[in-house]
């Protein structure tokens, strides 16, 4: 695997560990889907590219549920719990991307194994459960076609921007009334430019040196960063089970 969009990768994984504590504060989980498409999309006042385009379409057909199922999940069944099923993409794009057993299924269950660890192994749950293996899923499904939109030489701010304008309206049909309100603006603005618009732009950079599956392997590591996060700001202690996890993140991107 080639490890040369590590730096742009693992820059994006820093930015997406700050996620959590945002998501925490906006309240129900579709206002954050929604307002995370929506300030996603002020990308567009940069690219000054126009979104109207069926790829981009579809792009935000994919966009859509994959904010809504992540948030729910996180609301439903604990960031850990959701982080770790997210964490499944990379199964899915081996699964259907490589035409062969390889190493790199090595790397795909080190890395689940890993985020499950130093996610300090969280209780499963059958809501929690389907919402985390759908998120991953569409996550993988999110990368894979961004990348492909990238292989036809859009930029990168013209593709996320675009995909958020395509998902304003299918997140804003599913929110309950009541839901948003203005003090929800400036973390719908963080979540939607901060840990998403810059992160993925870096992501995608590093899928264009590496590839999709290498880029999922390595941006596991954003646990990692939020264990380091928290350490640093709550003064919190790596138990053993957490840097058994975050080795096995580790090397399962130096798996060759």
């Known amino acids: ?72 999940a996180s609301v439903k069944a604990g960031a850990a719990l959701a982080t770790v099923l997210l964490f499944t993409a990379p199964g899915w794009i081996y699964v259907t991307t490589v035409k062969k057993l390889d190493r790199k299924a ?30 991953g899923a569409l996550y993988a499904a999110y990368v894979l076609y961004l990348s492909k939109l990238q292989s036809k030489g859009y930029s990168e701010i013209h593709i996320l921007s675009s995909g958020g304008f395509w998902a304003i309206l299918p997140t804003v049909l599913l929110l309950p009334l009541g839901s948003l309100s203005i003090s929800l603006i ?26 999709p599956l290498f880029a999922t392997l390595a941006s596991a590591t954003e646990p ?6 928290s350490s640093v700001l709550l003064g919190t202690r790596l138990a053993i089970v957490q840097l058994i996890g975050a080795v096995l993140i580790v090397s399962a991107i130096l798996v060759p």
């Open 1 to 72: 695997m080639r490890a040369k969009g590590l730096p742009l990768i693992l820059s994006a994984a820093a930015l997406w560990s700050t996620i959590g504590v945002v998501i925490q504060g906006v309240g129900h989980p579709f206002a954050e889907a929604f307002l995370q498409a929506l300030f996603v999309s002020v990308g567009l006042l940069i690219s000054r590219k126009s979104p109207l385009r069926k790829e981009f379409a579809v792009l935000g057909a994919i966009a859509a549920p994959f904010y809504e199922t992540f948030a729910l």
């Open 106 to 135: 090595i790397s795909v269950v080190l890395i689940v194994v890993g985020v499950y660890l130093i996610s300090d192994a969280p209780a499963f749950t059958p809501m929690g459960g389907a919402m985390g293996l759908a998120s």
């Open 186 to 211: 400036p973390a719908g603005a963080y979540l939607g430019v901060v840990a998403t618009l810059l992160p993925y732009t870096l992501f995608l950079r590093g899928v264009k040196a590496s590839s």
């Open 224 to 229: 990692i960063f939020t264990v380091i996060l």
